[in-house]
């Protein structure tokens, strides 16, 4: 899987727009972007995935570069329950092989939500 | 709907003791299982998966052992522990290895080994 690239920390206040980026040049044509989310003291969950297009669901906003080389989770209106750190992953379509669809995990944005 | 149970949440384990991590899935059939580990302030390694009953593989070398017993029953075990295994220890599920597949989580283990 291509490598990601991420800042290892954020800061946000309560109610504002957050912009994660991450960074993936070495991205290929099969390759999906997934972001997943770490609450304290709690296993992961997905956030959203996309490929090409901008994509939106209840929990946030995926912006796409044109080049693929670059993407932002966006969260429209921070709140203290979205203190997490945020994981940019990328996953092959045709990886179906040996790895079967394994994510693997970078280490990540901790973001931090002021009120 | 699907829910994922692990246990214990917590435990205290001597080196050299055994270990047995239980998970196990509801609400679906025939999941992809996985076994993650995250060591302090470190992201999240996958140490094994499951595609079926009795078919494990493991991702990196170490002292651990899997095994799936039943459909929805994924087994972490080790016969001597080490001071290297403490952790986070998280149990996943996903209905297929496609890319549009999300991964679920399990709450966690959360091991000390003394």
């Known amino acids: 899987d291509a490598k990601t690239t991420q800042p290892n920390s954020m800061e946000s206040n309560e109610e504002e727009p957050v912009h994660l980026p991450c960074n993936h040049s070495t991205i290929s044509g099969t390759d999906y972007i997934h972001w997943y989310r770490q609450l304290p003291s709690q296993g992961p969950e997905y956030v959203i995935h996309g490929l090409t297009s901008n994509v939106n669901n209840r929990m946030a906003s995926l912006a796409i570069a044109e080049d693929r080389k670059s993407s932002t989770l966006i969260l429209h209106r921070a709140t203290l329950r979205d203190a997490a750190v945020y994981y940019c992953i990328l996953r092959d379509l045709g990886n179906y092989g040996g790895s079967q669809g394994n994510l693997i995990f970078g280490k990540g944005t901790k973001l931090s939500v002021k009120p | 709907s699907q829910t994922i149970h692990q246990w214990p949440a917590t435990l205290v384990q001597p080196v050299g003791s055994p270990l047995s991590l239980e998970c196990t899935v509801e609400g679906t059939s025939n999941p992809n299982l996985y076994w993650y580990r995250q060591a302090a302030g470190r992201g999240l390694q996958l140490l094994f998966y499951?595609?079926?009953?009795?078919?494990i593989s493991s991702e990196v070398p170490q002292n651990l052992s899997a095994s799936r017993p039943q459909d929805r029953q994924f087994i972490l075990s080790s016969k001597k522990l080490l001071l290297s295994d403490s952790g986070f220890y998280l149990c996943?599920?996903?209905?297929?290895?496609?890319?549009?597949?999300?991964?679920?989580f399990g709450p966690g283990t959360r091991l000390t080994v003394l």
């Open positions: 996943a599920w996903a209905r297929g290895a496609g890319v549009n597949n999300e991964q679920f």
């Open positions: 499951s595609v079926g009953i009795g078919q």
